[in-house]
Structure formats: structure tokens, C-alpha cells
């Protein structure tokens, strides 16, 4: 048995798979329902609406619903997509046992304490027959799979089958003769007055009683269990019914029985706290599961998996009776698996699928794993039982010919865990006495090893073995019988290995663990469903599937989802983009994956921006993982290349400080948040031309003012006093008059708002004594005296601008990063000059801004000057007046250009011109003092060159030394003249100098450092 999924809860009386997700309702002992997905593990919803117990529920096979009975006599519908009951069926008078829908029809099957079973029409809402015969509680009642038959159990000691052909014919359909049939005699049926629902067989043969029957999905077979402890099968024909054996096992009572959907078994579960599998054949039992403390109450089947579920005392659980994952091996070009009983090739250059030969039977158990042996051609097949300790493998030889398949090669059978191929001629098996033994190929043991605790093997390469403990990984070199290195990992599952056997993937529940040959782990990914197999990509990627998905791994730890999975397939190959896979049915299958995502993270890993480029042209790369990955790993203008939505483009283009790119993204949002960004970012690159459009439209007046202030610009902080004259604002009007020391325009200003005595005194502190005059003329002095201006007032007048700032300001000039040198060049084939990256710019421009869009030197002046914003005035008519310009405006004297960076046509010609302004930093190189470590092996050596753990390493190895404080002191003083200092210019810092033994001579393969103790100063030191 093995246990899929487990849940703690109260009493579980009901149990129903969906059809086709992977979910199960359990309905409890306290009333609610729950909705569990049982491959992810987790609770979906609960239903709580009954009152007391609910005993039945069941799934519609294509509806979103779901019916429950409980103890509150109601029959509840639900839709768990509404998540509410939707209706609810009143009319038994007692407790209700089971509830199930027909797998066809609107019906609704019941059985009730109250000694009936019911057919309710779910559409019409309303019961259609009432099935009475039964003198006790009925415990369950099933409509037959296929035909018109229901099956009802009773305490009544008695299995009753109902014909419900007549109930078919009266309200649903035409039924087996068709439509003309029924309407050429349409009363045919009524002509005795035939019931709807007439009892066929009344099955006696137990001496309690009977909690549950169920029919075969395909054969005319019952199976009951009963409160005698006993379970029984019966076979019937249309005239009778009649018991056929009895399985005895059980000692107490039966509460639920059925069959197997697709193998010749019988599951049932019982108050003793166990399940037990039955063969139907030899009517035997199988195996026993069973719980500590909890009675079992309830068994269902999944319709399609091999999936069951059992409820008991404490919760559920959800298991396989067996393992379903095919046993293969991968050799080369061809895959070897094991079906039916065959081993088959697959060859994945032509797809021919071919049986090789036919293996022993005899077995019940799958084949577990497999070893294949290509030089030898001989493979080794691995059998698990239940209990460990009598698990065996065979050794078969595959015969080479072609024509020689199907012939039942005898193999040879011994007892063994895990058997393995080391060598050509050799391999290992782990017995069950957790010992490693080696064999030839006559099966004969060679030697045996004592190896570390270990209750699993795996292959790693010629003489060497992976042995599995339950939290590590040891790798184990059979030759030498020593460990070779070791990784923590909890029980790993599977083992794959690269084609060039240089990284392996270990497998567990829910773990992946990447590591070297040598078991250095490299990366380790968590998943939350179960891991199911991998294989490696040609390009080192691994694709590994989970219970739900197909998902990558790269080495550096990046790891993502590539597609959904309907059901578990387990990897064999990966090409370009199809995957080689086999099913569950041992079937094998290509999928088809979209490699992109992984391939496109590979490239940027790996440095390869060509192809990083190709693919931002070409692949549809989407979404906002990708987006968020690029960010992460320090790449948003590569994500800028390729993201169409505008405003995912202008938060990237912020974060790159692209400023052209941004405003290019605010002009096609023109939205008030984005435009105050933009100002903020652009001001703090001191692009201020971009800044004026910003604060123009969002119509920031004051912040528009005093970026005129600050750039010296007067004529259009007298533009925006008049702007703010006509728009009333008088407060702004006064803050422009101050800032271009407009006097009187600030007396007009206080005198119009009544404010006569500050106008009064303003005029009089600035000499203007007409104005004062004027002022004084409209006061009624006596009543309001007018104060004198202080003596020794001194005048503020603000700074007048020596020059007039009409360039952004200069930015640092940069290596251009690979993409925005190939975007450009892209670009220039298009025709388009490369220093414009705003694509909507005028034509009438003349100039286009040199230097490159990225270089920040204000090829951005054109822009916004050519907009009069929102304000239809006219407001800024003369902002237009800067337009003509490129953008540089050398005529302004201020701004002295270097040679490098001054203003090219926009037809510059060769690419290699128009990055000239560009300094690409030169690469770091590697210090003398790396180079002396490299090249000796002394102690002293080392210390010069800084590196004291080396030394410590050396003098250890050399003479044997292991407490170094004594040596501090000398450590330190030697350390001090490995290196003179040379001063540079001011305020630099320091530039040291290394001074070498055979400096005439050195080169970084014999670099030394200077000797600083000669023999001569250590004999003075000594006298």
C-alpha cells in the first residue's frame, strides 16, 4: 500500500473522487464536507450545512455538483462552484445512508434507515419511486455501472437487486428498441400495469447484517460484507442469483466491500482497523493494512486512476495498491522498459517500438527498476515485494539478433534488494542483509563488501555506486572500497545522471538536488507536490516532472514551470523541444514543450547576449516572471526590449534610468502619476528639459517656477507671473515677482489686494516714491497711518543668472552595455540615426542629439519644448522658440565641449563613429601578490603575498607546525614590507607598488617577491 495523502479529522463516513480533478470529498461524522485536493494536498472548502452526521456523498460525473445525505433526513445538492447548497430533497423519515447519482440519467439513488430505498429526478426535483421490500435499516443501495439494476443492502440479513428498466422506460427514454419501437406501442409497457421498479433477486446467505454491496464493472457478479464478518461473492442471469464463494478474514465487522475497477481484485475495509485485498480468483487474501486505533468505515475507487481512498475513525487516507512507474533504462539512443510481461526498445531516432523478449512470469509484483548492460547486452530486472526481505532480481542475456525477439529467455533468479551493473562484466547487488555483493555474469558472487548504512544503491559510473541512507547520499568507489564524497539529503527517490556523467540530479518526495560528479551540491530546489523523474537537457538544464507539472532547473539554482501535466509521465528524453516520456500504461509518449524560458535564463547566465538578443527579437517572451527575473538579475533594459504594455515599460525604463524610454511610455499613458515620476527621475539626472514638460503637464505652476529660477531662465518665470495673473492666483503671481525682483509689479500686486500698508512700505524701501505716492493718495491716512520705512533698510535683490542654463546637465559617459550597443546598430539598419531613441521627434529638428541616447548629454532638449502642455493660452508660445535647436545649443558659450563629445549629424556615418563618446572600463587585472602564491611553494612567500591561511597550510604540511600565535609578530613584520606606497595626486588615494626578487625577468608564471632577510642579517643578529 502506498499511502498518497492523509488527512486528521473527525469520523469519515463518506467518501467520492471527482472524475477528473484531483479532488475528494469526505463527509464527516460532525456534519461538514470536505473538499480536498489530494495531489497538492491541501483544503479546498467546506460544506456545513447538515445537522448531525452525513454517511452518503457523491460526485456528478460531468456536472458541477454534488448531492449529500445525513441524519437530518435531507438530501442536500450542492455546486461547488457557487459554493452553496442549491436545493434540498425532503422525504425520508429516518437516518439516510448513501446518496449516489446515475451515471446517466437526472437521478438521485438513496437508501434510508426508514426501511426504503428512493429515486429522486435532481432536474424536476422530486422523488419518482420508492423502493419498499426491505424489513430493516437499508445500509447502502448502487445503481449497476451499465444496466437498468440497482443493488440495495439491509441490516435485514438480505442483498436485494431491483430491475428499474420499467421506471427508464416511463420517464427518461426510448431505451434498447429505440424510438420507433417506443412509439409504435407506446402502452406496451403499461399493458399489465407493469411497476416502475420491480425486486429481481433477493440474495439470503448471511447471518447478520449486510452494510454494503456492490456490482462488478463489467461482469454479472456481486460482491456484500456483513456485520457476520463475512464478505460473499454472487453471480447472476436474468432468472436467478446464487452465492458463490465466501471470503473469510475479517474479524469484525464488514463495513464496506468493492471491487477493483480494472484488475481482478476485491478491496473491503472493516471496524477491526484494517483493509484487506482479496484475490476474486482464488478467493484469498492478499494483503492486510492496518491502523492502531481507528475502525475503517468506508472504501471508495477512483472512476479512472488507480487511486482508492478509505475513511476511518481519525480521517482518510488515499493510496495506491502499487507502484506505477515504469521500470527503464536509457542506453545510448535506445530506451528499454518492461510492459506486460515483455521487455521492449524504443528507438528515439525512428520511434520503432519493438518487443525483445518475453520474461519469466510467475511473479504478481512489478518489475521495480532495471539495469541495462550495452557491452554485454545482458540486463538486470529488480522485483519489490511487500515484505523487503523477499525481493529478487533476474539476470537475462537479450539476444543481439533482431529475429530472435519473444523468445521466453531464461533468466537467472536470486534474492536481492537492488541489483546494479559496475562494470563491463561485473555487478553489484544489495542483499537483504544490507550488504554489497559483487557478481559476474554466471551469477556467481566475486567478493563482498562491508559498506557504510545503506537500504538503497544506485548507479554513478563505471566502479562507483551511490549508496542512499535515509538523510544522505554517499558515493562510493567499489574498487578502492572507500567513500568518495558525500551530500545531506533526505531519502532520495531517483538518480539521474547527464550524458557526460558530470552532474547528477538527486530525486526526492519533494526535493531536487543538483551536485557535481563528486556530490558538491550545486543547487537544491523545494517542490510541494511530489517529484516524480528528470532527465538533463543537451544544454545541462535539468527538466524534471512533478505530480502536476513539467519544470527546469538550472545549475545556478533558477528554476521554473514549462507546462501543466494532466497525469504523472516520467521523463526519458528531452530533444530540442519534444520530450520523450512514458505513461502510466507503460505507453511511450512525446510531449511537446516551449524550451524558451530556460534557453533565454541560460544565456543570460552564460553571458551569451547574442542569443540573449535573437531570442528578445524572435521568441514570444512573456509575462511578468520573466520581467521580475530580469530585474532581479540586474537586466531591466533587456526586459525593456521586448515588453509591449506601456506601463510595465515605463516603471523598467525608471529603473534603468532610461529617461528616453520613459517618456516615451508617459506620452502614450499621459497619466498624472507617471508624468510626476518622470519629473522626479529626470530632475535627479538633471535633465531638466524633460522635467519643464513634466511639471507642464500636471500643471505644477510652483514647481515650474522655480525650476525657471534655478536654470536661470527669466523670460519664462515672467510667462508663468502672467499665467498665474490670468489664472487669479495671487500668492504665485507675488512668489514670481520676488524671484525676478519685479518691484513693481509686487507693489501693483499688494496694493490690488488691499493690502496698502505693505505696498505702501515695499514701494518706500525700494525708492520708488511715486508708486509710494500713489499708494498713499487711496489711504485715508488718519484713520489708517501708513508706517515709515526703517532707516538703514537694506535692498534683497535675488542674484541676477550669469548665463542661462538651456543644456541638461552633463552626465558621466559609460560603456554602453551590450544590448543598447545592439539595439542601436539595429537601429542604424533600420535607417534611424542612433542617437534618437524617442521615435515621435519632429522633423523639422535638423540636429539629432549626439552622443547616444543612453550617454544623458541632453539630446533630450528637444523634447517637450515643442508641447504646449494642457494650457490653451498660449501660455508657453515661446517655449517653442528652443525647439530649432539640437538640442546642444553650441551657440551658448558657457559649455566648452571635449572633442569627443561634440554634436554629429544624424546621418553619422560608420557605427564605429557614433560610439566614440563611449569609454569602456578596462578589465581588473590580477595582482603580483596572487601571482606569488601561484608560483611558490614558501611559507614567507605566501605571508608577502597576504595570503595567511596558506601559509598557515605550508608550514603545517612542511615542518609540522599547529599553534601559529608565536608567530604573529613575524607574520606581521613580513607582511609590512611586501609592499611601498606611492602617492598620487591630492586627495587620491594611494597607488602600491610590488617590489619583486627578478623584477628583470618576472612575468605572472615566475613572479617572486623580494627578499627581505639575507643571511649576512641574520648572522649580525646573531653576534
Known sequence: MLTKFETKSPRVKGLTFHPTRPWILASLHNGVIQLWDYRMCTLLEKFDEHDGPVRGVDFHKHQPLFVSGGDDYKIKIWNYKQRKCIF??????????????????????????????????????????????????????????????????????????????????????????????????????????QADVVVKHVLEGHDRGVNWASFHPNMPLIVSGADDRQIKLWRMNDNKAWEVDTCRGHYNNVSCVIYHPRQDLILSNSEDKSIRVWDMTKRNCLHTFRREHDRFWVIAAHPTLNLFAAGHDAGMVVFKLERERPAHAIVGNLLYYVKEKYLRKLDFTTSRDTAVMQLRGGSRNPVYSMSYNAAENAVLLNTRTQNAENSTYDLYPVSADEDSSHVNSEGKRSSGLTAIWVARNRFAVLDKSHSLVIKNLKNEVTKKLTIPNC??????????????????????????????????????????????????????????????????????????????????????????????????????????????LDLPVYLTRIKGNQVFCLDRECKPRILNIDPTEYKFKLALI???????????????????????????????????????????????????????????????????????????????????????????????????????????????????????????????????????????????????????????????????????????????TEKTPLPAAAPGARLLQPPPPIAQSEQNWPLLTVSRGFFDSAMMASRKAEGVAAGLAAADVDDDMGMGGGGGGDGGWGDEADLGMDEDGEVKDDDFEDAKEDAEGDGWAPEDDDLDLPADLEPTPADAGAAGEGEDGYFVAPTRGIPPTQHWTNNSALPVDHILGGNIESAFRLLHDQVGVVNFEAYKDHFMTSYSRSRTMVVGMPSAPSMYCYPQSNWKESNPKNGLPAVGLKLNDLVSRLQ
Open 88 to 193: 434540498t430533497l425532503l422525504g425520508h423519515l429516518d437516518y439516510i445512508r448513501t446518496t449516489v447519482f446515475h451515471h446517466e440519467y437526472p437521478w438521485i439513488l438513496s437508501a434510508s434507515d426508514d426501511q426504503t430505498v428512493r429515486i429522486w429526478n435532481w432536474q424536476s426535483r422530486n422523488c419518482i419511486s420508492v423502493l419498499t421490500g426491505h424489513n430493516h435499516y437499508v445500509m447502502c443501495a448502487q445503481f449497476h455501472p451499465s444496466e437498468d439494476m440497482v443493488v440495495s443492502a439491509s441490516l435485514d440479513q438480505t442483498v436485494r437487486v431491483w430491475d428499474i428498466s420499467g421506471l427508464r422506460k416511463k420517464s427518461v427514454a426510448p431505451g434498447p428498441g429505440g424510438l420507433e419501437d417506443h412509439l409504435r406501442n407506446p402502452g406496451s409497457t403499461d399493458l399489465f400495469g
Open 455 to 564: 537500504d538503497e544503491i544506485f548507479y554513478a559510473g563505471t566502479g562507483m555506486l551511490l549508496l542512499r541512507d535515509t538523510d544522505a547520499v554517499t558515493l562510493f568507489d567499489v574498487q578502492q572500497k572507500r567513500n568518495m564524497g558525500n551530500v545531506k539529503i533526505p531519502k532520495c527517490r531517483y538518480v539521474v545522471w547527464s550524458a557526460d556523467m558530470s552532474l547528477v540530479a538527486l530525486l526526492s518526495k519533494h526535493q531536487v538536488t543538483i551536485c557535481t560528479k563528486k556530490l558538491e551540491v550545486l543547487c537544491s530546489v523545494h517542490e510541494n507536490t511530489r517529484v516524480k523523474s528528470g532527465t538533463w537537457d543537451d544544454s545541462g538544464v535539468l527538466v524534471y516532472t512533478t505530480s502536476n507539472h513539467i519544470k527546469y532547473a538550472i545549475t545556478n539554482g533558477d528554476h521554473g514551470i514549462i507546462r501543466t
Open 606 to 780: 552564460n553571458r551569451k547576449y547574442e542569443e540573449v538578443l535573437h531570442m528578445v527579437r524572435n521568441a514570444k517572451l512573456v509575462g511578468q516572471s520573466i520581467i521580475a527575473y530580469l530585474q532581479q538579475k540586474g537586466y531591466p533594459e533587456v526586459a525593456l526590449h521586448f515588453v509591449k504594455d506601456e506601463k510595465t515599460r515605463f516603471a523598467l525604463a525608471l529603473e534603468c534610468s532610461n529617461i528616453d524610454a520613459a517618456l516615451e511610455a508617459a506620452k502614450s499613458l499621459d497619466d498624472k502619476e507617471c508624468w510626476e515620476k518622470l519629473g522626479e527621475a529626470a530632475l535627479l539626472q538633471g535633465n531638466h528639459q524633460v522635467v519643464e514638460m513634466c511639471y507642464q503637464r500636471t500643471k505644477n505652476f510652483d514647481k515650474l517656477s522655480f525650476l525657471y529660477l534655478i536654470t536661470g531662465n527669466l523670460d519664462k518665470l515672467r510667462k508663468m507671473m502672467k499665467i498665474a495673473e490670468i489664472r487669479k492666483d495671487t500668492s504665485g503671481q507675488f512668489q514670481n515677482a520676488l524671484y525676478l525682483g519685479d518691484v513693481q509689479e509686487r507693489v501693483k500686486i499688494l496694493s490690488g489686494c488691499g493690502q496698502n500698508s505693505l505696498a505702501y512700505l515695499t514701494a518706500m524701501t525700494h525708492g520708488l516714491t511715486e508708486e509710494a505716492e500713489k499708494v498713499k493718495e487711496t489711504v485715508d
